[in-house]
Protein backbone atom coordinates (compact mmCIF):
# COMPACT_ATOMS: atom_id res chain seq x y z
CA UNK A 1 0.00 0.00 0.00
CA UNK A 2 1.24 3.43 -0.87
CA UNK A 3 2.67 5.70 1.89
CA UNK A 4 0.19 8.62 2.47
CA UNK A 5 1.73 12.08 1.51
CA UNK A 6 2.05 14.59 4.72
CA UNK A 7 0.53 17.83 4.09
CA UNK A 8 1.39 20.53 6.87
CA UNK A 9 -0.14 23.98 7.12
CA UNK A 10 1.73 27.23 8.97
CA UNK A 11 0.71 30.50 9.55
CA UNK A 12 3.53 32.86 9.22
CA UNK A 13 2.02 35.72 11.77
CA UNK A 14 4.80 36.19 14.25
CA UNK A 15 7.28 34.39 12.24
CA UNK A 16 10.28 34.74 10.05
CA UNK A 17 11.79 33.16 6.74
CA UNK A 18 14.08 31.74 8.97
CA UNK A 19 11.68 29.65 10.72
CA UNK A 20 9.66 28.73 7.71
CA UNK A 21 12.63 27.46 6.14
CA UNK A 22 14.19 25.39 9.34
CA UNK A 23 10.77 24.16 9.70
CA UNK A 24 10.64 23.14 5.42
CA UNK A 25 14.28 21.42 6.59
CA UNK A 26 12.75 19.41 9.39
CA UNK A 27 9.77 18.29 7.97
CA UNK A 28 11.51 17.71 4.78
CA UNK A 29 8.71 20.04 2.48
CA UNK A 30 9.46 19.84 -1.34
CA UNK A 31 6.65 22.42 -1.88
CA UNK A 32 5.66 25.37 -0.24
CA UNK A 33 2.14 25.94 -1.35
CA UNK A 34 0.92 29.85 -0.52
CA UNK A 35 -3.09 29.72 -0.65
CA UNK A 36 -3.08 33.74 -0.22
CA UNK A 37 -5.41 35.62 -2.53
CA UNK A 38 -2.51 37.77 -2.97
CA UNK A 39 1.28 36.97 -2.28
CA UNK A 40 2.07 40.08 -0.89
CA UNK A 41 3.00 40.60 2.98
CA UNK A 42 4.61 43.95 4.73
CA UNK A 43 6.35 41.23 6.35
CA UNK A 44 9.66 40.73 5.27
CA UNK A 45 10.88 37.60 2.88
CA UNK A 46 6.64 36.54 2.81
CA UNK A 47 5.85 38.41 -0.66
CA UNK A 48 5.40 35.95 -3.58
CA UNK A 49 8.54 36.60 -5.01
CA UNK A 50 11.06 36.91 -2.26
CA UNK A 51 9.42 33.76 -0.95
CA UNK A 52 10.22 32.27 -4.75
CA UNK A 53 13.76 33.39 -4.75
CA UNK A 54 14.57 32.20 -0.89
CA UNK A 55 12.81 28.70 -0.76
CA UNK A 56 14.27 27.82 -4.62
CA UNK A 57 17.64 28.28 -3.06
CA UNK A 58 17.11 25.35 -0.44
CA UNK A 59 15.84 23.23 -3.34
CA UNK A 60 11.85 23.78 -2.05
CA UNK A 61 9.41 24.42 -4.67
CA UNK A 62 7.10 27.46 -4.54
CA UNK A 63 3.31 27.45 -5.65
CA UNK A 64 1.03 30.62 -5.38
CA UNK A 65 -2.61 29.30 -6.11
CA UNK A 66 -4.46 32.60 -5.59
CA UNK A 67 -7.99 30.76 -6.56
CA UNK A 68 -7.43 29.21 -3.09
CA UNK A 69 -7.63 32.55 -1.64
CA UNK A 70 -10.05 34.59 0.11
CA UNK A 71 -10.67 37.98 -1.35
CA UNK A 72 -11.00 41.20 0.82
CA UNK A 73 -14.79 41.80 0.61
CA UNK A 74 -15.21 38.07 2.41
CA UNK A 75 -12.57 37.87 5.06
CA UNK A 76 -14.14 39.45 8.34
CA UNK A 77 -17.13 37.25 7.49
CA UNK A 78 -14.89 34.13 7.62
CA UNK A 79 -12.71 35.53 10.83
CA UNK A 80 -16.36 35.92 12.59
CA UNK A 81 -16.97 32.14 11.64
CA UNK A 82 -13.84 30.52 12.61
CA UNK A 83 -13.65 27.45 14.60
CA UNK A 84 -16.65 26.68 13.61
CA UNK A 85 -18.58 24.39 10.82
CA UNK A 86 -19.70 27.59 9.47
CA UNK A 87 -16.45 28.43 8.58
CA UNK A 88 -16.18 25.26 6.31
CA UNK A 89 -18.88 25.91 4.73
CA UNK A 90 -18.63 29.59 3.94
CA UNK A 91 -15.11 28.85 2.39
CA UNK A 92 -16.61 26.47 0.09
CA UNK A 93 -19.34 28.85 -0.61
CA UNK A 94 -16.82 31.63 -1.22
CA UNK A 95 -14.34 28.98 -3.19
CA UNK A 96 -17.02 28.26 -5.74
CA UNK A 97 -16.25 26.20 -8.78
CA UNK A 98 -12.85 27.38 -8.70
CA UNK A 99 -12.39 24.30 -6.00
CA UNK A 100 -10.58 22.26 -9.16
CA UNK A 101 -7.35 24.52 -7.86
CA UNK A 102 -6.19 22.09 -5.43
CA UNK A 103 -5.43 19.49 -7.63
CA UNK A 104 -2.39 21.35 -8.27
CA UNK A 105 -1.60 20.56 -4.30
CA UNK A 106 -2.36 16.89 -5.30
CA UNK A 107 0.10 16.87 -7.90
CA UNK A 108 2.54 18.88 -5.97
CA UNK A 109 1.95 16.08 -3.07
CA UNK A 110 2.95 13.18 -5.66
CA UNK A 111 6.55 14.75 -5.37
CA UNK A 112 6.85 14.52 -1.45
CA UNK A 113 5.33 16.57 1.40
CA UNK A 114 3.93 19.73 1.14
CA UNK A 115 2.86 23.04 3.54
CA UNK A 116 0.21 25.18 2.99
CA UNK A 117 0.99 28.68 3.52
CA UNK A 118 -0.93 31.82 4.60
CA UNK A 119 -0.76 34.20 7.29
CA UNK A 120 -2.97 33.28 10.22
CA UNK A 121 -1.18 31.85 13.13
CA UNK A 122 -3.99 29.68 14.57
CA UNK A 123 -5.36 27.24 12.03
CA UNK A 124 -9.03 27.46 12.95
CA UNK A 125 -9.19 31.24 12.28
CA UNK A 126 -7.65 30.35 8.81
CA UNK A 127 -9.01 28.92 5.78
CA UNK A 128 -5.86 26.66 4.94
CA UNK A 129 -7.67 24.53 7.48
CA UNK A 130 -10.82 24.48 5.28
CA UNK A 131 -8.08 23.77 1.97
CA UNK A 132 -6.93 20.62 4.00
CA UNK A 133 -10.33 19.62 4.96
CA UNK A 134 -11.29 19.65 1.45
CA UNK A 135 -8.54 17.86 -0.03
CA UNK A 136 -8.88 15.36 2.70
CA UNK A 137 -12.70 15.03 1.24
CA UNK A 138 -11.76 14.84 -2.21
CA UNK A 139 -8.57 12.43 -2.31
CA UNK A 140 -9.56 10.31 0.87
CA UNK A 141 -7.04 8.22 2.70
CA UNK A 142 -4.36 10.15 0.42
CA UNK A 143 -3.21 12.57 2.96
CA UNK A 144 -2.02 12.52 6.38
CA UNK A 145 -2.56 16.33 7.71
CA UNK A 146 -0.22 18.52 10.79
CA UNK A 147 -1.22 21.58 11.19
CA UNK A 148 2.11 23.66 12.87
CA UNK A 149 1.76 25.88 15.88
Known sequence: MKERARLYTFGYEGRSTEKLTKLAKEFEIKTIVDVRFLARSRKKGFSGGELLRSLASFGIDYLHIPQLGV???Y????LGLSGSEG?????L??????SPAILD???????GNVLLLCYEREPSRCHRSAVARLLEERFPLSFNFFHIR
Open 93 to 98: EILGDK
Open 87 to 91: FYEAY
Open 71 to 73: PRE
Open 75 to 78: RERL
Open 105 to 111: IAQAAQK
